[in-house]
């Protein structure tokens, strides 16, 4: 209710029509983001809907982009894929392990620590990893 308090108000303040969502094609999270944007009066955009998902981890590399896997789920990757640097090559190995290169169904989380629209790269420090109920975390400090 708090979050979609202040997409409400900041869409006023601002003049904020529409919000864009980076989902790929699961219909629940599409309904999600709907829903919400119906219930503030914006319009939702999905650029990427349908898209092939390799395709698109591709292109988000090759723009330059650089992520580091901060999270993932023990059940469809081991805790070593922790701290790894977002590559082609590490692509592969995900998919080897039979998981979505996009980590589209939770398989993983990134930070997106820089890259062509960064005026800055993002300094952090790793700390270490954990694991909690069936995921692992990099734990960072930035």
């Known amino acids: 209710e708090k979050l979609l308090k202040y997409i409400h108000e900041y869409a006023k303040e601002n003049g904020a029509e529409f919000?864009?969502?980076g989902d790929i094609d699961i219909e629940e999270h599409r309904k999600?983001?709907?829903d919400r944007c119906n219930n503030v009066g914006i319009k939702e955009l999905?650029?990427?809907w349908q898209e092939n998902r390799e395709?698109?981890?591709n292109e988000f590399?090759?723009?330059g982009f650089k992520?580091?896997?901060k999270k993932v789920n023990l059940n469809a990757l081991g805790i070593e894929f922790l701290g790894k640097i977002l590559s082609k090559d590490i692509i592969t190995q995900i998919k080897e392990q039979g998981t979505d290169p996009c980590g589209e169904n939770g398989e993983y989380h990134t930070l997106v620590f820089d890259g062509p629209i960064f005026?800055?790269?993002v300094e952090f420090k790793v700390l270490g990893k954990e694991e909690v109920q069936g995921y692992g975390y990099l734990n960072i400090l930035n």
């Open 55 to 57: 395709a698109l981890v």
């Open 61 to 63: 590399l090759d723009y």
């Open 19 to 21: 919000c864009i969502f």
């Open 119 to 121: 005026s800055k790269k």
């Open 67 to 69: 992520a580091i896997i």
């Open 32 to 34: 999600w983001g709907v």
């Open 46 to 48: 999905f650029p990427l």
